[in-house]
């Protein structure tokens, strides 16, 4: 089985699309690992980066996106169901030519009005049907053809983001470093860990904190990090990756659409990419001794 992760912020803008699709690329390409990308988030950012915005529009036209999966659990009498994972699941993605073992299950911008309605899903023959299982049991038979799955989660702690968390085996917090980035994340922990116990038991690791898009000699920044620094030596908040991602021009650029022969020439020459290496291997570090 795949080593499955959810990354989770309840602020958005800290980057935690970039840094997903950055980790599932180079995890594929440098570690040669087959990889799967979940895209939960209703902004779609992480499909529009892999594939491209005109490739998704055909895609959530015809209904092949994760939203028709929650969209049948809202209409069970619908015969047959109308979501199909070989339709919906997108082999060989990434518009880096060196990126070759990635895969993706798109988002839509239906997962808005999906989030909502979920909590009013019939329960199924013998209440066997939970809301947060649905992706769960729609995958499961997938998920051995790959060694990493990352799922990038919307920016908050609804049915949708229960239905990455339900089938991880830990979760990475990115955030910038400032106070309104980092004010929820003792509640990630707390949520994250009460919807674990309900589970028989299966944990869910709070794998680390990324310090993205930080500033070196900022005040702000250089005094939230010390205050992370000292919360997660006291369990408040996950421990701290020691890689840290600068805030850098070329990530705005990283987001586009456009075909890259290698890494480097997506994530950047000045050092960027090599911090983004870095990273993954000291996420894929941290996953190996949580197994």
Not at 28 to 43: E, G, H, S, T
Not at 51 to 76: C, M, N, V, Y
Not at 190 to 207: C, K, Q, S, Y
Request: hydrophobic fraction near 40%; include cysteine; aromatic fraction near 6%.
């Amino acid at each position: 089985m795949p080593y499955v992760i959810s990354m989770i912020n309840l602020k958005g803008g800290v980057g935690k699309t970039t840094l997903t699709v950055a980790l599932a690329e180079i995890m594929a390409a440098r570690r040669n690992a087959k990889v799967l990308v979940i895209d939960l988030d209703p902004q779609t950012n992480a499909t529009a980066m892999l594939i491209g915005e005109k490739s998704w529009e055909k895609l959530d036209q015809a209904g092949h996106t994760l939203a028709t999966l929650f969209e049948d659990a809202l209409r069970p009498d619908k015969n047959p169901p109308q979501f199909s994972l070989h339709d919906t699941l997108q082999l060989g993605v990434s518009p880096v030519s060196a990126v070759k073992k990635l895969d993706l299950l798109p988002s839509s911008l239906k997962l808005i009005d999906v989030q909502d309605l979920l909590a009013t899903m019939p329960t199924g023959r013998l209440f066997t049907d939970r809301p947060v299982d649905l992706l769960h049991k729609a995958t499961r038979k997938l998920l051995p053809d790959y060694d990493y799955v990352f799922i990038d989660c919307p920016p908050n702690l609804g049915l949708i983001t229960m239905n990455g968390l339900r089938m991880s085996h830990g979760y990475v917090i990115p955030t910038k470093p400032d106070v309104l980035s980092t004010y929820g994340i003792p509640q990630i922990m707390t949520r994250v860990e009460n919807f674990a116990e309900g589970l028989a038991g299966d944990e869910i690791v709070p794998m680390g904190t990324i310090i993205n898009m930080y500033r070196a000699g900022t005040t702000t920044h250089d005094n939230t990090l010390r205050r992370l620094r000292a919360d997660a030596r006291k369990n408040k908040v996950p421990q701290l990756f020691e890689t840290m991602i600068p805030l850098g021009d070329n990530v705005a650029a990283a987001a586009e659409f456009v075909a890259s022969s290698t890494l480097r020439q997506r994530w950047g020459y000045q050092g960027h990419y090599d911090r983004l290496e870095a990273l993954t291997d000291e996420l894929a570090k941290r996953a190996e001794r949580s197994l």
